[in-house]
């Protein structure tokens, strides 16, 4: 998507003004210093050419489980498969716009942009860009707008989240809150799993940067996937990557085994090969860390697994 070109010289895509770095160190895809040290400059900071360096969505910013958790939330969740799916489940949605002062470059963006982000989650969840259709779709309530420059780089885990997070959050477990920020540490998004809301209620939700929404200039990250990206998180999906080349892999038996995220849109990538990994790296699901314009479907396993998830951790609590 977009045009681009690709450097060597420390894995980098140049974008536009971005310049977009892989932040999957290993099988995990856990977010790991190694290739954000390959570029030479710290994240989200211009370099000397005046460019400004992200890695690919989260895409990064939301931890992966260890496997003791996995295995529990995967065992929770088989408890909860036989319970009755609903047709349609409408899910409130409240937007927090953190900015540092007036106009799009400081992080005000217009409502226009929030609409189709809306939309975007809508028609990836109903199935309407291409993949399994899922019972979930999304309802704007309300669009906050602050202005804190502290809260305008919040990153994952620090105090301006939790404060941010503390004075805005709305709803309870089956709200989703979606904050847009500048994001700071070079992320894209981060989001928390639905079984931790219980733990810490005021932390659930997902935070976006503001230019990865449809009409931001984080190309080829600005169709809105990293919210249905943090959205799949939200929901109880882990990376496509998630284990690597495992059996276990993801917890979802439709995703085919996947060595570690993809970068652009590498059609035809196979990085588990033999018998005991059939099928072609899921490049195209929404998550993966491929460009937004390659990512257009859930899995059906993905489905299953988001609706035992929301039965389990969100519904009425």
């Not at 409130?92 to 007036?102: D, E, K, L």
């Not at 704007?140 to 202005?147: A, H």
Request: proline fraction near 5%; aromatic fraction near 8%; charged fraction near 15%.
């Amino acid at each position: 998507m977009h045009s681009m070109k690709m450097l060597t010289a420390g894995a980098l895509l140049v974008v536009s003004a971005f310049v977009v770095t892989s932040c999957g160190g290993n099988n995990s895809g856990i977010g790991q210093d190694s290739d954000r040290a390959a570029t030479g400059v710290e994240l989200g900071a211009e370099n000397s050419s005046g460019v400004v360096v992200y890695p690919v969505h989260d895409r990064c910013g939301t931890p992966e489980p260890t496997a003791q958790e996995a295995e529990a939330v995967q065992q929770a969740l088989m408890g909860a498969a036989a319970q009755s799916r609903q047709s349609t489940i409408t899910i409130p949605v409240y937007v927090h716009v953190i900015r540092r002062g007036t106009g799009i470059s400081n992080g005000d963006i217009p409502d226009s942009w929030i609409n189709s982000q809306i939309s975007v989650l809508n028609n990836s969840f109903s199935g309407a860009t291409g993949g399994t259709a899922t019972p979930f779709r999304f309802q704007l309530i309300q669009i906050t707008r602050t202005t804190n420059s502290t809260w305008y780089t919040a990153g994952p885990g620090t105090t301006a989240q939790t404060q941010m997070k503390n004075t805005l959050r709305r709803g309870t477990a089956d709200d989703l809150n979606f904050y847009v920020n500048g994001v700071g540490g070079g992320l894209l998004g981060w989001a928390t799993f639905p079984w931790s809301y219980t733990g810490n209620p005021k932390d659930d939700g997902v935070v976006c940067l503001n230019q990865s929404l449809p009409g931001g200039s984080a190309s080829p990250f600005n169709l809105g996937d990293t919210g249905t990206h943090e959205v799949g998180h939200w929901m109880g999906l882990y990376h496509t990557f998630q284990g690597g080349c495992s059996t276990t892999n993801d917890g979802v038996s439709d995703t085919p085994a996947e060595r570690s995220p993809a970068s652009g849109c590498p059609t035809g990538r196979d990085s588990c090969t033999g018998a005991s990994f059939p099928g072609r790296d899921p490049i195209e699901n929404f998550m993966d860390y491929s460009n937004d314009s390659c990512m257009f479907r859930f899995t059906a396993g993905q489905n299953s697994r988001m609706q035992s998830a929301w039965n389990t951790y969100r519904a009425g609590r």
